[in-house]
């Protein structure tokens, strides 16, 4: 079976810093992805790894451990219009569709 | 360039009903995935269509059903509605199959009363 773990619900300072955390359990691997969605909007596409090590973009990175079953998605700089849901999501095979956590609420505050 | 579009926004209907709610993807993907989005489930995914064929179907119940045109377009149809089929139904479109990168629509929002 595949299991996605992240919490279910975060907040933090307006230009802190913080770490979301995703564990997954699945059968195979090709790809972790984060996505962003804002409440009452689509999901937005953040990052995508498919190798161990960090990702940068910007204000966001993303890591990965395949051995672990683990990543993480890193905010710096909160601002205020980062408060939205963090969904991870993983794909087991090659032509598999997506499998998405439940989310992870993040809440920004001055 | 257009984003995926879902028709209609919201939609209330009541038990026993049935329901169609359309897709329209960014021109040029040919790859639509469905997914229904709930507070406690998260996303679930409904099933996939590349090329008017169904490449990949979720474990959802045979009331769930779609389709998909050689315009891209797809639909999805729930029969006999339950109410524990509120939720939002999102859509989503890639260029290929099991592509990196979905393009999710804003979604419809059923109520089932």
């Known amino acids: 079976g595949q299991n996605i773990d992240q919490p279910t619900e975060m907040t933090a300072t307006e230009g802190a810093i913080v770490q979301i955390n995703c564990t997954y359990q699945t059968s195979g691997f090709n790809g972790l992805f984060w996505y962003q969605q804002h409440a009452g909007e689509a999901p937005t596409f953040l990052s995508y790894?498919?190798?161990?090590g960090l990702e940068e973009k910007g204000r966001f990175s993303s890591f990965l451990s395949r051995s672990k079953g683990y990543s993480y998605l890193l905010l710096k700089e909160l601002q205020m219009k980062d408060s939205a849901s963090y969904l991870c999501a993983v794909r087991d095979g090659g032509n598999t569709p997506l499998v998405f956590g439940k989310g992870t609420r993040l809440s920004v505050i001055a | 360039k257009a984003g995926v579009t879902q028709t209609p926004r919201y939609l209330i209907k009541t038990r026993g009903q049935q329901v169609t709610l359309s897709c329209s993807p960014i021109?040029?993907?040919?790859?639509v995935s469905w997914y229904q989005q709930t507070p406690g489930q998260g996303l679930q995914f409904l099933f996939e269509?590349?090329?008017?064929?169904?490449?990949n179907k979720g474990n959802f119940p045979g009331r769930f059903s779609g389709r998909q045109f050689s315009n891209s377009r797809s639909e999805m149809n729930v029969s006999t509605l339950e109410l524990g089929d509120s939720a939002l139904y999102l859509c989503?479109?890639?260029?290929?199959?099991?592509?990196?990168?979905?393009?999710f629509g804003s979604g419809t929002q059923l109520s089932v009363l």
């Open positions: 790894n498919v190798l161990d």
């Open positions: 269509y590349f090329s008017e064929t169904q490449r």
């Open positions: 021109s040029g993907h040919r790859s």
């Open positions: 989503a479109s890639s260029l290929q199959v099991s592509d990196e990168k979905l393009f």
